[in-house]
């Protein structure tokens, strides 16, 4: 089973699971409340927490808006 740290902005997610990291971060983005906002990007790492500043070529990177819609949320159209 892995763990894996997954980051976007203000979320910040500790995840143990034998999902993907591209399934990690769809699971991560229900555990949003309120106060939390995302970046353009959701970084996901099983070395501990990592941002735009810290990801390396073994951090997986996804676009937050297709972590999302993977996720079965409904986006509106700017």
Do not use: F
């Given at each position: 089973?892995?763990?894996?740290?997954?980051?976007?902005?203000?979320?910040?997610?500790?995840?143990?699971?034998n999902?993907?990291?591209?399934?990690?971060?769809?699971?991560?983005?229900w555990?949003l409340?309120?106060?939390?906002?995302?970046?353009?990007?959701?970084?996901?790492?099983?070395?501990?927490?990592?941002?735009?500043?810290?990801?390396?070529?073994?951090?997986?990177?996804?676009?937050?808006?297709?972590?999302?819609?993977?996720?079965?949320?409904?986006?509106?159209?700017?």
């Amino acid at each position: 089973m892995a763990k894996y740290y997954i980051k976007s902005n203000t979320l910040e997610l500790i995840y143990s699971t034998n999902k993907s990291p591209l399934e990690a971060a769809c699971a991560a983005v229900w555990e949003l409340n309120d106060n939390d906002t995302l970046d353009e990007y959701m970084y996901v790492d099983e070395r501990g927490m990592k941002d735009y500043t810290s990801a390396d070529n073994k951090t997986m990177v996804y676009k937050t808006h297709n972590v999302l819609i993977q996720a079965g949320w409904e986006m509106e159209e700017e």
